[in-house]
């Protein structure tokens, strides 16, 4: 307990920063972005009333030379970032509905993403926000308000995953306990980032953020895990601990560190690099998963079906914090996140019961095959996201209309392969486990 102690007081030292520090992410909106609704459009003076959602003051404000007034949409709450180099005071750079029209489609859409989401997230211990992130988008939603509407849907949903793991044996809690601390700090840190590239470079920033980090981490994470999950297969589907962590167990440094599930002993100062990525990445882009998961393999020793098991309880934790801050910012889409759950919730204890039944190989397979299909559908967005922020020349729109396919047949190509596998892999678990149990029944018997 003693050593526990002096982690959390390292991992929340930081936290009593003052708030105009780096890590103060509690904070709103900067006086460059504005939250609010039209009120009134001049297409002939190209000049906007908006009302401010904080203080409800009325100012006026000038589109820039690529907006049109007819795209300026009235009693609809908006995100606008205003230009900081323009002649002409009060700019706007870029503007963004914060809350999408709920069709029928969409709310069907929407459904369906929770589902896959929340199966995914019980078998390998990532939110699902891989997947649940870039589906938003992919309906129109803003990054920023994706992200943060994602992480609000996140932690009820990730609290019955860790209950129902910990209660299949194979949740290490002290372990989860402990990532989660310095995972809070990396939340903060995310945050930051997040609101940065909002504030500085608009709604097209912020996509073209998000779905850049989204690209390179998934490719990078998800090779290496198919690779892994290939090697293991070849194996026969024993797992073994890799090099790394073996060099990481030997490392001396106190405190010292017993994790009874997960079985291993190590400095906690190795678990701190790995919680910090987690949280980072789970507030700025609302995934730690699939950082936080291969951490607890790669570097701490975990077994894949504890660590994914364990992660649920750090997404618990984070998710938590995070839709606090996030709502903070008035950022959340509440109609999101409870369509989200309402599914997920389903999904997460299908996907926990699954991996009851299967080999941790097969784990690392969906996590990877899921990874990389994403991370095709991702880099699809990343031309149309750099053409709005004049980083690249317009192509043809016929090439435009095909990368908007690409990006979401592929999408519904990772929704589609990862709820396929588990299921499969589940059914064939299901029936072995009953045969086995046949055999033994039939031998007592006889």
């Known amino acids: 307990m003693k050593k526990l102690l002096i982690i959390l007081m390292f991992a929340l030292a930081p936290l009593s920063l003052p708030a105009h520090s780096a890590l103060a992410a509690g904070d709103g909106p900067s006086k460059d972005m504005l939250k609010g609704i039209i009120t009134q459009v001049n297409a002939a ?8 959602d904080d203080t409800k003051e009325l100012v006026t404000l000038v589109m820039n030379e690529k907006m ?5 949409k009235t009693n609809q709450k908006v995100l606008i970032n205003l230009d900081k180099h323009a002649a002409a005071a009060n700019t706007m750079k870029d503007i963004s509905i914060m809350f999408i029209d709920m069709s029928l489609s969409k709310l069907i859409a929407l459904l369906v993403i929770g589902a896959v989401g929340g199966l995914l997230s019980g078998f390998i211990g990532s939110g699902g926000a891989f997947v649940m992130t870039p ?17 609000c849907h996140k932690f009820p949903k990730a609290m019955v995953g860790a209950y129902k793991r910990w209660k299949y044996g194979q949740a290490d809690i002290k372990l989860g306990l402990v990532m989660a601390t310095t995972a809070v700090v990396g939340v903060q840190i995310g945050i930051k980032i997040q609101k940065y590239i909002l504030n500085q470079f608009g709604g097209a920033g912020s996509n073209l953020y998000i779905s850049a980090v989204f690209m390179v981490v998934l490719v990078f994470v998800g090779g290496y895990v198919f690779y892994d999950a290939w090697k293991l297969a070849k194996g026969g589907g024993k797992e073994t601990v890799s090099k790394l962590a073996v060099r990481m167990q030997k490392i001396n440094l106190p405190p010292m560190m017993h994790f009874k599930t997960a079985k291993v002993t190590i400095s906690a100062w190795i678990t701190i690099p790995v919680g910090l ?7 700025t882009i609302a995934v730690g998963g699939f950082i936080g998961v291969p951490g607890m393999i790669y570097v701490i020793g975990a077994s894949a079906v504890v660590a994914s098991a364990t992660e649920l309880i750090i997404a618990f934790v984070m998710g938590a914090w995070g839709s606090v801050q996030w709502g903070l910012s008035g950022l959340i889409d509440i109609r999101l996140a409870l369509l989200l759950l309402a599914t997920s919730l389903i999904g997460v204890q299908l996907g926990a019961l699954g991996t009851t039944y299967v080999k941790d190989y097969i784990i690392k397979v969906v996590m990877a095959t899921t990874m990389l299909i994403v991370a095709i559908s991702r880099g699809a967005k990343i031309p149309g996201y750099l053409i709005d922020l004049d980083l ?21 190509a990772a929704l589609g392969s990862a709820a396929l596998i588990i299921i499969v892999a589940m059914v064939k678990g299901m029936t072995a486990d009953s045969r086995s149990k ?4 039939g031998t007592s018997n006889g």
């Open 68 to 72: 049109q007034p007819e795209e300026m």
């Open 135 to 151: 589906a938003m988008m992919s309906l129109g939603v803003p990054g920023a308000v994706a992200v943060a509407s994602n992480m």
């Open 277 to 283: 990525l987690t949280g980072m990445l789970a507030a």
């Open 45 to 52: 003076e190209r000049t906007i009333v908006f009302q401010k």
């Open 438 to 441: 046949k055999a033994v029944l």
């Open 392 to 412: 690249m020349s317009p192509i043809q729109e016929s090439t435009i209309t095909l990368l908007e396919a690409i990006s979401f047949w592929s999408l519904v």
